[in-house]
């Protein structure tokens, strides 16, 4: 983990502290919030035009998606953003953002 980024990381999650479904630390992920966001990824679809601000997002994150490989964290992330680009109506620039703030393969990333 690159210390700096994590503190960078840590102040802009704190810019989210109203929002259940965005933690506020990306190395301690409550497991009843991952379980949960899963669970959004399974459950929600998104409209054509949603499917484009996902995919936007994609194209707009440091690791190119919800995280650097198909693992839980991109599973969980993805439908933390399904639910955020559903209910909350966030752009891709937004979930961009988020995505790179909960970053947790641990390398130095420009603009966090």
């Not at 259940?20 to 497991?31: C, G, L, W």
């Not at 601000?53 to 994609?58: C, G």
């Amino acid at each position: 983990m690159d210390y700096t980024t994590y503190v960078q990381q840590l102040a802009g999650l704190k810019r989210y502290n109203t929002v259940a479904q965005i933690p506020a630390d990306p190395y301690d992920i409550p497991v009843s919030l991952a379980k949960q966001l899963v669970a959004y990824d399974a459950s929600i679809t998104l409209g054509p035009s949603e499917q484009g601000v996902y995919e936007s997002a994609v194209r707009l994150s440091h690791e190119h998606g919800p995280c650097c490989c198909h693992c839980w964290r991109w599973t969980a992330f993805g439908g933390q953003a399904r639910f955020l680009i559903r209910s909350r109506h966030y752009d891709a620039h937004q979930i961009a953002t988020i995505w790179n703030l909960e970053d947790g393969c641990g390398g130095r990333h420009p603009n966090v």
